[in-house]
């Protein structure tokens, strides 16, 4: 037996070991290239109130999440409870309603609750852009400097809450 | 009783591949020719039960049994006969149920054709293929039934996803799984030569015709698959580089070195651990691709299903199958003789050559479809590696290649002189050159890359014809007919031909619709008329129609050349009843230099739409490449010389095949395929 | 066999999900656009270009053109207002890879863990030409020598007719 034709196997294996590591990740899920970034800059209409107007600098100070959510998606309807969850344990949370109607998304409001601080009414999507959001719900969170610290998409469970948000939230405080 | 009868027969099938995988290979290692004989006979039982599974399931689709998950899933009451008979292999279990039985068939066509073969050689190809079969028929029974019941009931079925209702579709899975499963027969007869420890240029000869036929059909069904592609996404692509598209790419181009490479190692007797090394690549990268394709490791517009379940057990059996393939190599390759000597300039050199061109297409297409896979394992970020990138990698592979070609069915074996070569070649080179260089002059403004194409197209197209002229002269010394000399010529070597002036119908196809196509987005209103590629398009009317399973508005379009009415195009926005997205269909009028190609976008007010109108300058030549290209494949594989027959009586020797056939495996002359004499 | 599972359905329904948009993501249905127009040929190619080499970040596989979810819809749109505003070609992949990082291009940007993927194919060449160089140099001085042996000249003569039970 020659070495050389040893060469295709351990390539081989290899890449068996590369496909193995693939199957438990997840293709889709894109990461922010914002992570430890300035938040965007923004000034929305108030969703609530339309005289009102919401900055990125009506964030600062404090650190706090910036849900991104639509009436429209599912997700968010399923993700909503959580968001009183995090209000409850005294998190500011500021929303992004993204390409929405102001009746739709205040109906939504009005049958599963409010828990937003203050809401950005984004009806172009062109916050949302500015943001990299490709999938609605997108939870981003800022510390009291305007940095994006973190970002989830997807549905916010009671397990990133414990193990991300929270501990991350609670280190954000205390810097402050 | 319907699934159960199904289920029973693909169980019963799976009891069969395991006869059929391990006693014809123990019969061969001990010389029992009643094991031996166990493999025939398991190959026809398999595939009868896997005919019964199929057609149970297929009865399912057609009587509408929504008590069967997969039917409920991927059938409906309203969907079209054709449809439903189609719809069996529309989703991952069904078409993995299609693959199955294709090996079935596969199987025992080896069993029947290979009547005329050592039994040893025939036990142990059927026992490989028995070993593959159990793999595939046991991830169906054990991860992807698609007998399993749905309880209770469904009232009615979800439908065939609209894209795959189809024509196309309809037959581009049988054609493409033909392929694929195809090259397994080529995978067992290099294992069983690996493990009869005999590679020799029998063994070459004998799996030579098979994988011309399976690279035939993985020719055809590529190339519906991108013909499909092309009308029914609605935007004008035919080849995205999509993984899954690269994952059926890169066993063509393996097999495509392999078809090349076997002839080396069939006519001189070269290159043979070569050879098996490509054969059991080949094989591998089928794997692969069934891998990419049912795992969800990677995006794709195409993929099936995402269940890791399935990606495991397909990793599995893949890692099972490839590293004990290549342990086996690397045990017993280099016992085997060099082959022939040669010289530099030589048709063993160019084909070794072409060879290494196309194994390192292949190579870079597995690079460029894995890598972003392998930046994410290490935690590097996420990349897309898409169109761009193959482009800017594959082309210029290409065209050494291509330039080879008119160089290398002229080329003798053994030595060349490069020098009379070029002499020889002189006015079909310049000819070629000027006339290429002047071609994309007619289409559009001049572009570099059309011209190229065009070069090299009319290159291997002009030294294919003048190297058919040379063989057909009549010799001095002969008093054959023309009719005696064409049949002298061998399909071998008309197949060989007929696919290398494919392949220029495609480089072609390709450059010019790559450097001219046209498109727009546009507003239309009823009555306005748009000028899209030196054509006029009127949109006439805007209707509503109602087809079996959906509604759809249909636009009404003239298309003028020159003032004249050419052609009227009724694209149609589609919305099926069982689906919340709307559909485009689009409309062609298909042409031998350009297609015209209609869809509608989205409407606005004002009784118009957005309209996309492409002009898709020598699309055809495409498919029509490819069409030749499985032609030639399908002629090659035919040759007479494959076709040994057994009965006594035929043993009236002819002369002059047995001269040439002994010849040719000497390496002392070229056989069927006889050089001019310059 | 496992009993049919209902939470298995929308896997199904992704089974052979061609060109449908993740629906969570995919946000309601678009306002009707009408075309976009640019100010001259050059700046139509350029947009034709981008949005063939950017990817829609909500699909499964596709680039701009192919997509028909809303934010590619955006997007388009988008990059047509950036192109009439005069920003360069190069401005624009910056502004999206800014908001979508690097996967959102088609055509890998040339950095340290790309260059792997961009030379590697152009390294497989070399290595291949020169093996095939090498062994072609060394067995230049083989021509004439019988290419089989006797035992597998024995061999094929009795597969190939001599043995009197075929012939070709």
């Given at each position: 037996m020659k070495l050389r034709f040893l060469i295709p196997l351990v390539a081989f294996i290899a890449l068996v070991g590369l496909l193995f590591v693939g199957l438990s990740l997840d293709p889709r899920e894109i990461p922010s290239p914002?992570?430890?970034?300035?938040a965007p800059g923004f000034d929305l209409p108030e969703l609530r109130n339309e005289e009102v107007r919401f900055a990125?600098?009506?964030?600062?100070g404090k650190p706090a999440l910036l849900n991104v959510w639509a009436s429209w998606c599912v997700t968010c309807r399923q993700e909503h409870p959580m968001l009183a969850e995090l209000r409850r344990a005294g998190v500011p949370i500021y929303g992004l309603n993204y390409k929405d109607t102001r009746s739709d998304a205040l109906r939504f409001l009005g049958q599963f609750g409010d828990p937003y601080d203050a809401i950005g009414f984004?009806?172009?999507g062109l916050v949302g852009i500015d943001y990299g959001?490709?999938?609605?719900?997108e939870t981003f969170l800022i510390d009291?400097?305007?940095?994006?610290?973190f970002k989830h998409i997807g549905m916010i469970t009671p397990e990133v809450i414990e193990t991300r948000i929270l501990p991350l939230y609670r280190q954000l405080e205390a810097e402050t | 009783m319907v699934a159960e009868i199904g289920l029973f027969a693909l169980i019963l099938a799976f009891l069969l591949a395991i006869a059929q995988g391990t006693l014809p290979l123990i019969g061969a290692a001990r010389g029992d020719t009643a094991l031996m004989a166990v493999g025939r006979s398991a190959a026809y039982g398999q595939l009868v039960f896997l005919g019964i599974a199929y057609a149970m399931l297929t009865y399912a689709f057609v009587t509408d049994d929504f008590s069967i998950a997969y039917v409920a899933n991927h059938s409906?009451?309203?969907?079209p006969t054709q449809y439903k008979v189609s719809g069996v292999w529309g989703g991952h279990e069904g078409s993995l149920l299609l693959w199955v039985l294709i090996l079935g068939f596969w199987s025992a066509a080896v069993a029947t054709f290979s009547?005329?073969?050592p039994r040893e050689v025939v036990a142990r190809v059927l026992g490989v293929m028995g070993l593959v079969a159990i793999g595939f028929i046991g991830f169906t029974l054990f991860?992807?039934?698609?007998f399993e019941r749905l309880i209770?009931?469904?009232?009615e079925g979800r439908d065939l996803n609209p894209m795959l209702q189809d024509p196309g579709l309809i037959i581009h899975p049988p054609m493409l799984y033909m392929g694929y499963v195809g090259f397994s027969v080529a995978f067992a007869f290099a294992i069983a030569a690996l493990i009869g420890g005999r590679l020799d240029a029998a063994w070459a000869r004998w799996s030579r015709p098979w994988t011309a036929v399976a690279w035939a059909f993985l020719t055809v069904g590529i190339g519906l698959g991108s013909w499909w592609a092309y009308y029914v996404?609605?935007?004008?692509?035919?080849?995205?580089?999509?993984p899954v598209e690269n994952a059926s790419f890169m066993p063509w181009l393996m097999g495509t070195a392999l078809l090349h490479s076997l002839a080396v190692t069939e006519?001189?007797?070269?290159?043979k651990n070569w050879t098996v090394m490509l054969a059991i690549l080949t094989f591998s990268l089928v794997l692969l691709a069934a891998f990419l394709v049912r795992s969800g490791v990677l995006t794709s517009v195409h993929a099936f299903a995402v269940d890791p379940d399935r990606g495991l057990y397909l990793l599995l059996f893949m890692a099972v199958v490839v590293a004990g393939s290549l342990t086996l190599f690397a045990w017993r390759?280099?016992?085997?003789g060099l082959g022939g000597g040669f010289q530099l300039v030589s048709r063993e050199s160019a084909l070794l050559t072409n060879n290494v061109l196309l194994v390192v297409a292949a190579a870079a297409v597995l690079l460029g479809t894995l890598y972003p896979l392998f930046l994410d394992a290490f935690g590097l970020g996420k990349i897309s590696v898409g169109p761009p990138y193959f482009e800017a990698v594959f082309l210029p592979l290409m065209l050494p290649l291509l330039l080879l070609l008119g160089f290398g069915p002229r080329l003798r074996w053994k030595q060349d002189s490069p020098t009379e070569l070029l002499w020889r070649l002189r006015w079909i080179f310049g000819v070629s050159l000027v006339f290429g260089m002047i071609w994309p002059l007619f289409v559009g403004s001049w572009s570099f890359l059309a011209g190229i194409g065009a070069f090299l197209g009319l290159w291997i197209i002009g030294s294919s014809l003048k190297d058919l002229v040379d063989r057909l002269r009549p010799r001095r010394e002969s008093q054959q007919t023309l009719g005696t000399r064409v049949r002298r010529l061998g399909r071998s070597y008309v197949g060989m031909q007929v696919a290398h002036i494919g392949v220029a119908l495609v480089v072609i196809g390709v450059t010019f619709v790559l450097g001219y196509d046209d498109e727009r987005d546009v507003r239309m209103a009823v009555g306005q008329t748009v000028e899209v590629g030196g054509y006029g398009f009127r949109l006439d009317s805007l209707d509503e129609v109602r087809g079996p399973n959906f509604d759809a508005d249909q636009a009404t379009v003239s298309v003028f050349r020159d003032g004249q009415l050419m052609t009227t195009l009724t694209p149609q926005m589609r919305y099926y009843f069982s689906q919340e997205q709307p559909m485009a269909h689009t409309s062609l009028h298909r042409g031998i230099f350009r297609d015209l190609y209609v869809n509608m976008g989205e409407e606005l007010p004002g009784n118009a739409w957005v309209m996309r109108v492409y002009y898709k300058p020598y699309m055809n030549w495409v498919w029509a490449g490819a069409v030749l290209m499985a032609l030639g494949g399908f002629l090659a594989a035919s040759?007479?010389?494959?076709?040994?027959?057994?009965?006594?009586?035929?043993?009236?020797?002819?002369e002059d095949a047995k001269l040439a056939a002994k010849d040719a495996v000497k390496g002392r002359g070229d056989g069927a395929e006889p050089n001019p004499a310059g | 066999m496992r009993p049919w599972n209902y939470l298995q359905l929308p896997l199904f329904v992704a089974?052979?999900?061609?060109?449908?948009?993740?629906t969570a993501a995919a946000?309601?249905?678009?306002?009707p656009s009408e075309p976009m127009t640019f100010d001259s040929e050059l700046d139509e190619q350029r947009y034709q270009k981008l949005i063939r080499e950017l990817?829609?970040?909500?699909?499964?596989?596709?680039n701009l053109i192919e997509s028909n979810a809303p934010l590619a819809n955006d997007l388009r749109r988008q990059i047509a207002l950036m192109i009439n505003d005069g920003s360069d070609t190069d401005e624009i992949v910056d502004y999206m890879v800014a908001r979508?990082?690097?996967?959102?291009?088609?055509?890998?940007?040339?950095k340290g863990i790309t260059y792997l993927l961009w030379f590697g194919p152009v390294a497989m060449l070399l290595i291949g030409l020169g093996t095939l160089g090498t062994i072609l140099w060394r067995r230049?001085?083989?021509?004439?020598?019988?290419?089989?042996s006797t035992d597998e000249e024995e061999r094929l003569r009795s597969l190939l007719g001599d043995g009197g039970h075929d012939k070709t």
């Amino acid at each position: 037996m020659k070495l050389r034709f040893l060469i295709p196997l351990v390539a081989f294996i290899a890449l068996v070991g590369l496909l193995f590591v693939g199957l438990s990740l997840d293709p889709r899920e894109i990461p922010s290239p914002l992570i430890g970034k300035e938040a965007p800059g923004f000034d929305l209409p108030e969703l609530r109130n339309e005289e009102v107007r919401f900055a990125r600098e009506d964030m600062l100070g404090k650190p706090a999440l910036l849900n991104v959510w639509a009436s429209w998606c599912v997700t968010c309807r399923q993700e909503h409870p959580m968001l009183a969850e995090l209000r409850r344990a005294g998190v500011p949370i500021y929303g992004l309603n993204y390409k929405d109607t102001r009746s739709d998304a205040l109906r939504f409001l009005g049958q599963f609750g409010d828990p937003y601080d203050a809401i950005g009414f984004d009806e172009s999507g062109l916050v949302g852009i500015d943001y990299g959001v490709y999938a609605t719900p997108e939870t981003f969170l800022i510390d009291s400097n305007g940095k994006i610290r973190f970002k989830h998409i997807g549905m916010i469970t009671p397990e990133v809450i414990e193990t991300r948000i929270l501990p991350l939230y609670r280190q954000l405080e205390a810097e402050t | 009783m319907v699934a159960e009868i199904g289920l029973f027969a693909l169980i019963l099938a799976f009891l069969l591949a395991i006869a059929q995988g391990t006693l014809p290979l123990i019969g061969a290692a001990r010389g029992d020719t009643a094991l031996m004989a166990v493999g025939r006979s398991a190959a026809y039982g398999q595939l009868v039960f896997l005919g019964i599974a199929y057609a149970m399931l297929t009865y399912a689709f057609v009587t509408d049994d929504f008590s069967i998950a997969y039917v409920a899933n991927h059938s409906n009451t309203l969907l079209p006969t054709q449809y439903k008979v189609s719809g069996v292999w529309g989703g991952h279990e069904g078409s993995l149920l299609l693959w199955v039985l294709i090996l079935g068939f596969w199987s025992a066509a080896v069993a029947t054709f290979s009547r005329s073969l050592p039994r040893e050689v025939v036990a142990r190809v059927l026992g490989v293929m028995g070993l593959v079969a159990i793999g595939f028929i046991g991830f169906t029974l054990f991860t992807s039934s698609p007998f399993e019941r749905l309880i209770p009931a469904a009232m009615e079925g979800r439908d065939l996803n609209p894209m795959l209702q189809d024509p196309g579709l309809i037959i581009h899975p049988p054609m493409l799984y033909m392929g694929y499963v195809g090259f397994s027969v080529a995978f067992a007869f290099a294992i069983a030569a690996l493990i009869g420890g005999r590679l020799d240029a029998a063994w070459a000869r004998w799996s030579r015709p098979w994988t011309a036929v399976a690279w035939a059909f993985l020719t055809v069904g590529i190339g519906l698959g991108s013909w499909w592609a092309y009308y029914v996404l609605g935007w004008g692509g035919w080849w995205f580089w999509d993984p899954v598209e690269n994952a059926s790419f890169m066993p063509w181009l393996m097999g495509t070195a392999l078809l090349h490479s076997l002839a080396v190692t069939e006519k001189r007797g070269g290159f043979k651990n070569w050879t098996v090394m490509l054969a059991i690549l080949t094989f591998s990268l089928v794997l692969l691709a069934a891998f990419l394709v049912r795992s969800g490791v990677l995006t794709s517009v195409h993929a099936f299903a995402v269940d890791p379940d399935r990606g495991l057990y397909l990793l599995l059996f893949m890692a099972v199958v490839v590293a004990g393939s290549l342990t086996l190599f690397a045990w017993r390759a280099g016992k085997v003789g060099l082959g022939g000597g040669f010289q530099l300039v030589s048709r063993e050199s160019a084909l070794l050559t072409n060879n290494v061109l196309l194994v390192v297409a292949a190579a870079a297409v597995l690079l460029g479809t894995l890598y972003p896979l392998f930046l994410d394992a290490f935690g590097l970020g996420k990349i897309s590696v898409g169109p761009p990138y193959f482009e800017a990698v594959f082309l210029p592979l290409m065209l050494p290649l291509l330039l080879l070609l008119g160089f290398g069915p002229r080329l003798r074996w053994k030595q060349d002189s490069p020098t009379e070569l070029l002499w020889r070649l002189r006015w079909i080179f310049g000819v070629s050159l000027v006339f290429g260089m002047i071609w994309p002059l007619f289409v559009g403004s001049w572009s570099f890359l059309a011209g190229i194409g065009a070069f090299l197209g009319l290159w291997i197209i002009g030294s294919s014809l003048k190297d058919l002229v040379d063989r057909l002269r009549p010799r001095r010394e002969s008093q054959q007919t023309l009719g005696t000399r064409v049949r002298r010529l061998g399909r071998s070597y008309v197949g060989m031909q007929v696919a290398h002036i494919g392949v220029a119908l495609v480089v072609i196809g390709v450059t010019f619709v790559l450097g001219y196509d046209d498109e727009r987005d546009v507003r239309m209103a009823v009555g306005q008329t748009v000028e899209v590629g030196g054509y006029g398009f009127r949109l006439d009317s805007l209707d509503e129609v109602r087809g079996p399973n959906f509604d759809a508005d249909q636009a009404t379009v003239s298309v003028f050349r020159d003032g004249q009415l050419m052609t009227t195009l009724t694209p149609q926005m589609r919305y099926y009843f069982s689906q919340e997205q709307p559909m485009a269909h689009t409309s062609l009028h298909r042409g031998i230099f350009r297609d015209l190609y209609v869809n509608m976008g989205e409407e606005l007010p004002g009784n118009a739409w957005v309209m996309r109108v492409y002009y898709k300058p020598y699309m055809n030549w495409v498919w029509a490449g490819a069409v030749l290209m499985a032609l030639g494949g399908f002629l090659a594989a035919s040759d007479r010389r494959y076709r040994m027959r057994v009965r006594r009586e035929d043993e009236v020797v002819d002369e002059d095949a047995k001269l040439a056939a002994k010849d040719a495996v000497k390496g002392r002359g070229d056989g069927a395929e006889p050089n001019p004499a310059g | 066999m496992r009993p049919w599972n209902y939470l298995q359905l929308p896997l199904f329904v992704a089974a052979i999900a061609l060109l449908m948009p993740m629906t969570a993501a995919a946000g309601p249905t678009a306002p009707p656009s009408e075309p976009m127009t640019f100010d001259s040929e050059l700046d139509e190619q350029r947009y034709q270009k981008l949005i063939r080499e950017l990817r829609c970040t909500v699909c499964q596989n596709q680039n701009l053109i192919e997509s028909n979810a809303p934010l590619a819809n955006d997007l388009r749109r988008q990059i047509a207002l950036m192109i009439n505003d005069g920003s360069d070609t190069d401005e624009i992949v910056d502004y999206m890879v800014a908001r979508y990082g690097d996967f959102v291009l088609f055509r890998p940007p040339m950095k340290g863990i790309t260059y792997l993927l961009w030379f590697g194919p152009v390294a497989m060449l070399l290595i291949g030409l020169g093996t095939l160089g090498t062994i072609l140099w060394r067995r230049r001085t083989q021509v004439g020598s019988e290419p089989l042996s006797t035992d597998e000249e024995e061999r094929l003569r009795s597969l190939l007719g001599d043995g009197g039970h075929d012939k070709t």
